[in-house]
């Protein structure tokens, strides 16, 4: 008999169409829709393992659930909606899709530092609202990129890819981690500095760290206040590393100059959120890796992910 593998989203099926063999599929029919909850705890009763995204929680209660479960393999790098510990705990491997999404997620966290600070959505909005008549000396006009300081805190592999770009615009390049990043300093010229002087010297501050209990809430009051006031602050990671109370209050009293938010704390963020009706922030729905040809290789390796382990071989990309 075949595994069962239960989708929680549906995929196209020519990209499922090569793992026929290997697995009977169960699939969530809709596109754009996350699968309920309450059907979520009911398909995966008996499957051998589980594709997921972000949006799906893979807690205690989704792992009772699964009595039959080997491996749960997430549509995402970032892994903070599944509790890792309690599945390798129960025996279940954990996958991610890291490298196959840092290129196309780094190009997008660059851009969103490149449209905030020359206030291109802002821009757009201009002309589309029927406001441009002439052109004048100080129109919109923005912040410099190219030979600025740039400030990346978390400097993994989209930090590093992320730091490439920066070089590329003759910026300089200051980084924050536990563990400093010899080959990055050689080839990048990055400087590793504390978190606060980070703070203090860049003139834009990219996150790229990981959910977890150490960066919660990391970008609050405190943090807003160590930036310059001209600082436009990145966040292409996840949303819970930020105060977005302290945010909006560092953006409506101009402790820092903009934000570029391509994730937020609750997902999806409402229209009335606070954040949304700030002009000096440019605000994205959580698409880092979305460029199709980037979606359709990590939902490969998902796939590759389940099938290497419910044919008892190791792993891909595992989470330690
Ligand atoms: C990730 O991979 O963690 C992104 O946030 C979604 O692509």
Redesign the pocket.
Known sequence: MKPVIYITRKIPETILQPYQDAFEFRMWEKENEPVPRDVLLREITSVDGVFCL?SEKVDREFLDAASNLKIVANM???YDNIDVEEAHNRGVTVTN?PDV?TET?ADLTFGLMMATARRMVEASDYIRDGNWKYWSPYLLAGSDIHHKTIGIVGMGRIGEAVARRAKGFGMSILYHTRTRKEEAEQELGAVHRGFTELLHEADFVVSLVPLNNETAKMFNEEAFKHMKSSAIFVNASRGGVVDEDALVEALTVNEIQGAGLD?FANEPISPEHPLVGLDNVVCLP?I??ASADTRTK?IELCLDNLRAVLSGKDAITPVR
């Open positions: 972000l995402a790098v970032g899709t999404l997620t994730v959580h880092g890796s990590m």
